[in-house]
């Protein structure tokens, strides 16, 4: 099997076409054989519209399963790079210069910053008309055609996603993650989370970070289950999802996970018939108090994650239970090899502090 997006997803759907893939509000539900008819003719689309192999593609779309959708197909025929749609023009300005992209794709239904900037500087506005009669993350796209360099869908080693990354320690970086990357990279939360078929995602992570779009959704789509996509993090609405959508697990930053453990007294009755499997955590160091708060309110096991966005996310996590887990470790490697090293690059003995380095796929 080709190590693509689009090759991971039509594995899945052989699992079966008429599985449920995402889920959206309002009950609707896009099988298997729904989202890659979706991704097959956006792919198309883009080709007409001028956009193929090498191309670098914005988007700034709310976060839904029209924006999921979006930029999984734009990965399969280009270069995605999602932005939040709630940045100022100031920030957008300096995404789009740094990104320089062939066209910025925005939600038809209001207006955006990143039109008028991207008109601005003379590049392309594709509009994305959601078509809500129909399954979750069915839309179109409408735009100027022209002809593209290269069409067709993406092979492994071009770049799927190029992600702005969270800025921790300096401002925001872009980020280029291969197919092979990303598939390895969410294959790796699969091992980890054990995900199969039968699990579902609550996805209340931000979709312009691999939190949400690698972790949350492509890791159930490369495992054959279902992902429901929220407009984001509400910290009401993340309980009535919860009733809604009967996930099986959910990724969310320690900050998220410490905001839902303050508010779940105010729902008793949902948390008591919440049927999660695992919950992943990451960001920043959860804590063996939270952890153990997160667990004895959801009856499951919060794993603990360490990553970067360079990094196709996962590098070490916690394993999952019967596996041995130590609250205050971040747990072991998936997928990659992690050392610790001094100044030279010299790999340091156990117990040593000094710089982590990684590698792997």
């Not at 910053?113 to 809500?132: C, F, M, T, W, Y």
């Not at 579902?200 to 939190?211: E, I, K, S």
């Not at 990659?336 to 340091?348: F, K, N, S, Y």
């Not at 117990?351 to 792997?360: H, Y």
Request: charged residues 15%; hydrophobic residues 40%; contains cysteine.
């Amino acid at each position: 099997m080709s190590q693509t997006i689009y090759s991971y997803i039509r594995a899945s759907a052989g699992l079966s076409w008429l599985q449920p893939a995402l889920l959206g509000e309002e009950s609707r539900l896009q099988t298997y054989a729904g989202l890659i008819g979706q991704i097959e003719s956006t792919v198309a689309t883009l080709n007409a519209l001028g956009i193929g192999r090498g191309d670098r593609v914005a988007l700034a779309l709310p976060n839904g399963p029209d924006a999921a959708v979006c930029s999984i197909s734009v990965a399969c025929a280009a270069t995605s790079a999602p932005l939040n749609p709630a940045s100022t023009p100031a920030e957008f300005r300096n995404y789009l210069t740094r990104i320089n992209p062939k066209a910025v794709i925005v939600d038809d239904r209001k207006e955006s910053h990143a039109a008028s900037i991207a008109k601005g500087l003379g590049i392309a506005v594709i509009r994305l008309v959601s078509e809500p009669d129909k399954p979750a993350g069915t839309f179109r796209l409408e735009g100027t055609p022209q002809t593209a360099s290269h069409t067709g869908f993406a092979e492994p080693d071009d770049v799927a996603l190029l992600v702005l990354t969270s800025g921790s320690t300096s401002r925001p970086k872009l980020a280029p993650l291969t197919h092979r990357n990303v598939t390895s990279g969410a294959m790796n939360n699969v091992v980890q989370l054990g995900l199969t078929d039968k699990d579902r995602c609550l996805c209340v992570a931000a979709l312009f970070y691999t939190q949400g779009i690698l972790v949350s959704v492509l890791s159930s789509l490369f495992a054959g289950g279902s992902v429901a996509c929220t407009p984001g993090y509400d910290p009401v609405r993340f309980f009535e999802w919860l009733d809604e959508f009967q996930p099986t697990w959910y990724a969310a930053p320690t900050a998220l996970q410490q905001s839902i453990v303050a508010r779940a007294a105010q729902y008793p009755e949902i948390v008591a018939r919440a049927n999660l499997r695992v919950i992943r955590s990451s960001s920043a160091h959860a804590g063996s108090d939270l952890i153990e708060k997160v667990e004895k309110l959801f009856r499951a096991p919060m794993l603990d994650s360490y990553g970067l966005t360079e990094t196709s996310s996962t590098i070490v996590g916690e394993p999952l239970p019967p596996a041995r887990r130590k609250h205050g470790s971040v747990g072991i490697a998936f997928g990659c090899e992690i050392g610790i090293a001094d100044e030279l690059g010299r790999l340091l003995p156990v117990g040593a502090t000094g710089e982590v380095l990684v590698r792997g796929p």
